[in-house]
């Protein structure tokens, strides 16, 4: 039987875009979130709004998929299989489908951190914030989260 489960592996790794590193680091800095968690975050925003953005260049956070839970994993692939990427049980091990399923989520989560850098964070100062700042700038966030959960998706 085919290995199905790719990104639990422990050899994948998905380096973020190097344009979204100050909106990674100041989410980590306000949340404490590990950097696969607001990868996912930002990933379901941008899956929620039904659009992809390509990355200029590819330098910013890494990490190993498997420090995704399953529950994210499996959002991962059925958002895969969803957008045509894996269609068959070979598919999971041919490394041209497992690289356009790890370009495929980095696109969606680009499109997340464009909209929250572009809608939550345009006005703090990433590189400079207080404990005050940090704390309205997650207040910020939910409150922009809590708004797209009401807009109808795709």
Same mark, same amino acid.
């Given at each position: 039987?085919? @290995?199905?489960?790719?990104?639990?592996?422990?050899?994948?790794?998905?380096?973020?875009?190097?344009? %979204?590193?100050?909106?990674?680091?100041?989410?980590?800095?306000?949340?404490?979130?590990?950097?696969?968690?607001?990868?996912?975050?930002?990933?379901?925003?941008?899956?929620?709004?039904?659009?992809?953005?390509?990355?200029?260049?590819?330098?910013?956070?890494?990490?190993?998929?498997?420090?995704?839970?399953?529950?994210?994993?499996?959002?991962? %692939?059925?958002?895969?299989?969803?957008?045509?990427?894996?269609?068959?049980?070979?598919?999971?091990?041919?490394?041209?489908?497992?690289?356009?399923?790890?370009?495929?989520?980095?696109? %969606?989560?680009?499109?997340?951190?464009?909209?929250?850098?572009?809608?939550?964070?345009?006005?703090?100062?990433?590189?400079?914030?207080?404990?005050?700042?940090?704390? @309205?700038?997650?207040?910020?966030?939910?409150?922009?989260?809590?708004? @797209?959960?009401?807009?109808?998706?795709?």
């Amino acid at each position: 039987m085919a @290995e199905i489960d790719f990104l639990n592996s422990g050899t994948q790794v998905i380096v973020t875009a190097s344009e %979204y590193k100050d909106v990674y680091n100041a989410l980590r800095d306000a949340s404490g979130l590990h950097t696969q968690d607001i990868f996912m975050i930002f990933l379901y925003i941008g899956a929620h709004a039904g659009h992809k953005k390509s990355g200029n260049n590819y330098d910013g956070k890494q990490f190993r998929t498997s420090y995704f839970t399953k529950k994210q994993s499996g959002f991962l %692939y059925g958002l895969a299989f969803r957008d045509g990427i894996i269609k068959n049980t070979e598919d999971f091990q041919d490394p041209r489908v497992i690289n356009a399923a790890k370009t495929l989520f980095n696109e %969606y989560a680009n499109q997340g951190a464009n909209l929250v850098q572009n809608k939550v964070l345009n006005d703090f100062d990433l590189n400079s914030m207080n404990k005050s700042q940090q704390t @309205e700038m997650l207040i910020s966030l939910v409150e922009y989260l809590l708004s @797209e959960s009401k807009a109808t998706p795709f």
